[in-house]
């Protein structure tokens, strides 16, 4: 399930950002898609989930009440609206899709050994 990150950039802390996340060559609808960034130096780690029906998100505590994960089907878009941007938010970020839940989305994406491109995220005054 091949993905294409995009929406990164440079922001001063406090800022927004919209990350989005286009499926390549198949339907989002009914994949439970997440979204992991990689800080320099640090290990990749999953920061926010939704299901296939868009009716259930998760959300890391680093990140929950300022990041909104949303899916649009029309587009085959899934999005991550990042707001009060941290220094800390900086890394690439990455998504992924699968047919599993969000439930143990993380231990089931740390085996995963192909990851797209990523888009870069920096925040820093």
């Known amino acids: 399930l091949q993905v294409v990150e995009s929406g990164g950039g440079f922001v001063q802390p406090g800022g927004s950002l919209r990350l989005s996340c286009a499926a390549s060559?198949?339907?989002?609808?009914?994949?439970?898609v997440v979204w992991f960034r990689q800080a320099p130096g640090k290990p990749r780690e999953g920061i926010s989930c939704i299901s296939g029906t868009g009716d259930y998100t998760d959300y890391d505590d680093s990140v929950k009440g300022r990041f909104t994960i949303s899916r649009d089907s029309a587009k085959n878009t899934v999005y991550l609206q990042m707001n009060a941007l941290k220094p800390e938010d900086t890394g690439v970020y990455y998504c992924?899709?699968?047919?599993?839940?969000?439930?143990?989305?993380?231990?089931?994406?740390?085996?995963?050994?192909?990851w797209g491109e990523g888009t870069l995220v920096t925040v820093s005054a």
């Open positions: 060559g198949f339907s989002f609808d009914y994949y439970t």
């Open positions: 992924a899709a699968d047919d599993g839940m969000c439930l143990g989305y993380r231990t089931r994406f740390a085996g995963k050994d192909s």
